[in-house]
């Protein structure tokens, strides 16, 4: 039986494992630092898979690694797990699917690497939608986790096609907020200190911006707080963006003109004002590596599945961003519909539970494992991705 053959047995005998996990952690959908659930789950299964596993690590207590050394010489290979769901929607985002494919890949590969040499990491990352400790990647980045990885792998649930790596955008998660003095709106209207103007004040010069922006650049904002009746001049209010741009230096150039633009509405209302970070991590771009896209082209299709490369690429963020900063890193997108289903929706949600969902774990699994194999096997395409990488990450604006 060749390595080929091995991986795909297991992943499928395997399969109903996987797709109960998914199940699960479907119904038990968890936000940003709260996955304890899904941790116990990926975490524990891949200790009966036979990984090294520890779990509370980079300062997330959620997050955890799985570790198989086979004992002979090789290339360090990670697959990435996510497992958050989006706040009062679920599991609309696929991450039930996105940590169980992950793991079966790893657990795939395991069944050939003694024979082949190297090392297979699984490393569960929480809080890809940002929230609370959210976008952990960048503290696995941070903290050394990668420093030794030659490449990552992962794919994302997307909609009805199966798509290649994304050159997504960089995010910042921040909140604005302003202090003032409140009074009687109707009878010591001189008394007080409005935050909301401030505030007002703020959003009205984002606008303003927008048309010296690049076209890259997105910044959405909600007010969380307000005041608190029409009759009381607030003297707080709070808003929350989220500033994206095609790369981090554009993005962090935009986000200090929203820094100045704070310190001017405070200074014309009077307000104190703060902008800060919302989350530990900024959000890298994407870099993708196309010659690493193409070795997962290739597997998937030898499958029977077909890759279309030329829809439209959305604008959207990944913390994945922060790895493929350091390392050549995949996040092609997964079919899992037979119709076309929006990110972040009740559509995609109920997708994410359907039999096409599910049965994209062990297509996902089997192209992740064998891609992995044939950078094992194949020492210089290796380094011809990591070269290709580090020319890619060296070009970016």
């Given amino acids: 039986m060749t390595d080929r053959e091995k991986i795909i047995r297991y992943a499928r005998q395997q399969e109903a494992v996987y797709r109960q996990i998914a199940l699960d952690i479907h119904a038990k959908p968890e936000v940003s630092n709260y996955e304890f659930f899904a941790c116990k789950r990926l975490s524990e299964q891949m200790e009966k898979e036979g990984f090294e596993v520890k779990v509370d690590i980079a300062g997330h ?10 004992g002979k010489p090789g290339p360090v290979l990670a697959f990435l797990a996510e497992y958050d769901a989006l706040n009062g929607i679920g599991h609309a985002c696929g991450h039930n699917l996105f940590g169980a494919t992950s793991c079966l890949a790893a657990a795939a590969l395991k069944q050939v690497i003694d ?8 490393y569960g990352t929480p809080g890809e939608e940002g929230g609370e400790n959210g976008s952990a990647k960048g503290s696995f980045v941070r903290e050394g986790y990668f420093r030794d990885v030659d490449a ?14 994304h050159p997504e955008i960089a995010c910042a998660p921040i909140r604005i907020e302003f202090k003032g003095k409140a009074s009687h709106a109707a009878s010591a209207p001189e008394n007080g200190v409005n935050a909301l103007d401030a505030m007002i004040l ?42 994206r741009a095609a790369t981090v230096k554009r993005m962090m150039d935009v986000y200090h003109k929203l820094e100045r633009i704070t310190e001017g509405a405070a200074l014309q209302t009077g307000c104190t004002g703060v902008l800060e970070p919302t989350q530990r991590n900024l959000v890298e771009n994407i870099v993708p590596t196309p010659s690493f896209d193409a070795v997962y082209k290739e597997k998937l299709e030898s499958l029977g599945e077909t890759v279309e490369v030329d829809k439209v690429q959305p604008l959207g963020s990944s913390d994945v961003g922060n790895v493929s900063q350091v390392i050549p890193v995949i996040q092609p997108m997964i ?14 949600r109920e997708a994410c539970r359907s039999e096409s969902g599910l049965r ?35 070009a970016q604006g």
């Avoid at 079919?335 to 995609?348: F, L, M, Q, T």
């Fill in 61 to 70: 207590r959620t997050g955890f690694t799985a570790t198989y050394f086979s």
């Fill in 115 to 122: 024979e082949n040499g190297g090392e297979i990491r699984l």
């Fill in 152 to 165: 990552a792998l992962c794919v994302h649930p997307g909609s009805d096609h199966h798509e290649l790596t």
């Fill in 202 to 243: 703020v959003f009205n010069a984002v606008g303003l911006m927008r048309q010296q922006l690049p076209s890259d650049v997105r910044i959405h904002g909600i007010i969380t707080k307000g005041g608190d009746a029409p009759n009381i001049i607030p003297d707080y209010t709070e808003a929350k963006f989220y500033v």
């Fill in 335 to 348: 079919r899992i519909s037979d119709v076309p289903v929006a990110g972040h929706s009740i559509e995609k």
């Fill in 360 to 394: 994209s774990i062990v297509i996902g699994a089997e192209a992740l494992a064998l891609t992995a194999l044939e950078l094992i096997q194949k020492p210089e395409l290796l380094a011809k991705i990591k070269k290709d990488h580090e020319e890619a990450v060296s």
